[in-house]
């Protein structure tokens, strides 16, 4: 019986953590094959440094968090920050995503919501619904939860609820190795919010820790 296969595609390289992580990782542990293609290093981030010197510790970053997780490889499409919508365009983008798609034949896709308003998230969230609409994308398609104000957008599609009580320290740990993030504003609040947040999915859902995703193909 062949293994499933997982793709995360996502902006930045730590957004599959904080969108899917406990998942990821419980996945991995249930033995699927879990894949992550991110569009930017993220070198916007710290804007004071050399973008070449940003990259490569996000690249290390990333790779050391994929270890924790135990993913099978992330992949870097060197987007800039806040420039999706154009080089999404000029790099012909949608078709080198849809040659990976072809060669790793996943049986679910996690990407980013409409809800979320970052500009570069909701330019990945546009661009996996343009390709399921033209049918580039066959499987299963889940967005992460995504807290704010307003979630009309969301509340009458289906939902996926995953456990994720035995891998939330899995979660946590991943994110922790990105450490070039440390010094950002908000970046506590950050890793204080994905906890509540996965305490509360679980309270709502019978577990101790939980995400939730929703369900657009």
């Keep these: 019986m062949k293994k ?15 969108g899917c992580g406990g998942t990821f990782a419980k996945y991995v542990r249930e033995g699927k094959i879990v894949k992550t293609i991110v569009f930017a290093y ?45 080089e999404i365009k000029e790099k012909n983008i949608k078709e080198l995503i849809f040659d990976l798609i072809k060669k790793e034949k996943p049986n679910k896709i996690f990407t980013h919501s409409n809800d979320d308003f970052h500009p570069d998230h909701n330019s990945v969230y546009k661009l996996m619904k343009e390709m399921i609409s033209e049918k580039k994308i066959t499987c299963n398609v889940y967005t992460f939860d995504v807290w704010n104000i307003i979630k009309l957008k969301k509340r009458d599609l289906p939902k996926l609820v995953v456990d994720i009580s035995d891998t939330y320290k899995t979660k ?46």
């Design 172 to 217: 946590s740990e991943a994110l922790k190795v990105h450490k070039s993030q440390y010094n950002l504003p908000g970046i506590i609040g950050l890793r204080f919010r994905m906890f509540i947040h996965a305490l509360i999915n679980g309270l709502n859902h019978g577990y101790k820790y939980a995400e939730v995703f929703y369900k657009i193909k």
């Design 42 to 86: 993220g070198e916007k981030s710290h804007p004071h440094y050399k973008p070449q010197i940003i990259q490569k510790q996000r690249v290390r970053e990333a790779i050391e968090s994929d270890k924790i997780l135990k993913g099978k490889g992330i992949k870097f499409l060197g987007l800039k920050d806040a420039q999706f919508e154009k």
């Design 4 to 18: 499933e296969k997982i793709l995360v595609i996502c902006a930045h390289n730590d957004d599959q953590i904080i």
